[in-house]
């Protein structure tokens, strides 16, 4: 009997101390990956105001508060260069396979395109992963969301507004608002081009009406 019950308590210690750990591991492990975003986010608007290799990890955040501000219009947040009066937002919508997650950039007219960070996604390597990489998302650079002539989605998506368009490599020369879609990721691009312009007009409605 003596020896069951020193058994039983041996299990309910070891249990506890594992799950001890266990709850640390994961305290530690949220607090980093929270870290690493928030660098992330603050790294890429920074690149993106031309102060690429001026901070470090360690000041990055004295440094972006110095240069960035932080405005938040109707819960959308926006981070508008102060020498520059560049303005990004965070943007997030479903691709293929999971969430695409990114930071665009425009000039102080909030149309012209300074630049696209994908921040994460999950489509496929080498086709709709494309969308993430460096050569792809240069396009895009000094592209313009056209606020003048814009066109709709087809139904039942016709509420959203085509700001700007993600067609066809079609070896046509593209309007000041298209790019090119990526090769063999239709979907990709599709969901894509919906997720920029939805985001960029939930944030222009609130940029609008500040």
């Known amino acids: 009997m003596n020896q069951n019950i020193k058994m039983i308590l041996f299990v309910l210690v070891l ?18 990956i929270e870290a690493n975003k928030n660098f992330d986010n603050q790294s890429t608007v920074l690149i993106a105001n031309g102060y690429a ?25 926006f981070y508008v260069g102060k020498d520059t009066n560049r303005i990004s937002f965070r943007f997030i919508g479903g691709g293929v396979w999971g969430d695409i997650i ?10 012209t395109i300074v630049s696209i960070t ?22 895009f650079v000094g592209k313009t ?6 066109k709709r989605y087809p139904a039942p998506n016709t509420d959203v507004a085509l700001f700007i368009e993600i067609n066809k490599d079609d070896n046509q020369v593209n309007l000041p608002n298209e790019v ?3 090769v063999g990721a239709t979907r990709t691009s599709q969901a894509f081009e919906f997720i920029l312009n939805t985001n960029y007009a939930a944030h222009l409605a609130a940029w609008n009406a500040r």
């Open 180 to 182: 090119d879609s990526i």
């Open 15 to 32: 249990g506890l101390f594992t799950s001890g750990i266990l709850v640390g591991m994961d305290a530690l492990t949220r607090d980093r």
């Open 102 to 111: 990114g930071i665009i950039t425009f000039e102080s007219d909030f149309v």
């Open 53 to 77: 290799n001026q901070f470090t990890a360690a000041n990055i955040n004295t440094f972006f508060n110095e240069k960035i501000e932080t405005v938040v219009l109707d819960g959308y947040t």
């Open 145 to 150: 969301f056209d606020q003048a002539s814009i």
């Open 118 to 139: 994908i921040l994460q996604q999950e489509e496929t390597p080498g086709l709709g992963g494309v969308v993430a990489e460096a050569p792809y998302l240069a396009q």
